[in-house]
């Protein structure tokens, strides 16, 4: 299967967009207590043209031939020494699960912070239900730095 990323930028924000609402609907197939409202796509619309507006933020996308298939998020303006990103979000859509998609966005986006001068990548995820999230960071070679069993929260992080 032949993929390619792009640099998301204004002229393909509807892409993004329509990622980012079967993303939501599909968080509220997952968490029936999440809702999955106007006010949340619209709220979720503004933070996605926020985003892209910053300096410090890149959203990417996958294709598949021309079909947008998935995007990761990723911020990088560390306070204190601008050498840190945190990886904020990977989706793919379901039928393009475990095809090498998500792998290519994460490498696509650490190639992008590395000519930037970023040195460390960070991400969280959740522990509960979510083993094949957390084997395919560590196949990434992403370490393990803590959990958070009040939070269920697991930290992440990988040397650029």
Do not use: C, W
Request: cysteine-free; aromatic content about 12%; proline content about 1%.
């Amino acid at each position: 299967m032949k993929i390619k990323i792009k640099e998301a930028n204004k002229d393909n924000f509807e892409e993004l967009i329509l990622l980012r609402l079967l993303l939501l609907k599909n968080s509220s197939k997952l968490n029936p207590s999440s809702s999955y409202s106007i006010e949340k796509i619209q709220k979720s619309t503004n933070y996605m043209k926020n985003y892209l507006k910053k300096d410090d933020n890149k959203y990417f996308i996958a294709y598949h031939n021309l079909l947008p298939i998935g995007y990761l998020h990723v911020t990088y303006d560390d306070k204190k020494n601008k050498k840190r990103s945190y990886l904020s979000e990977l989706y793919i859509l379901d039928l393009y699960r475990n095809k090498g998609v998500g792998k290519k966005l994460v490498f696509s986006q650490l190639k992008f912070l590395k000519k930037l001068g970023i040195t460390e990548n960070t991400l969280t995820t959740t522990k509960n239900k979510n083993k094949k999230i957390i084997n395919f960071y560590k196949k990434l070679k992403y370490n393990l730095i803590k959990e958070s069993k009040k939070k269920n929260i697991i930290y992440f992080s990988k040397d650029i």
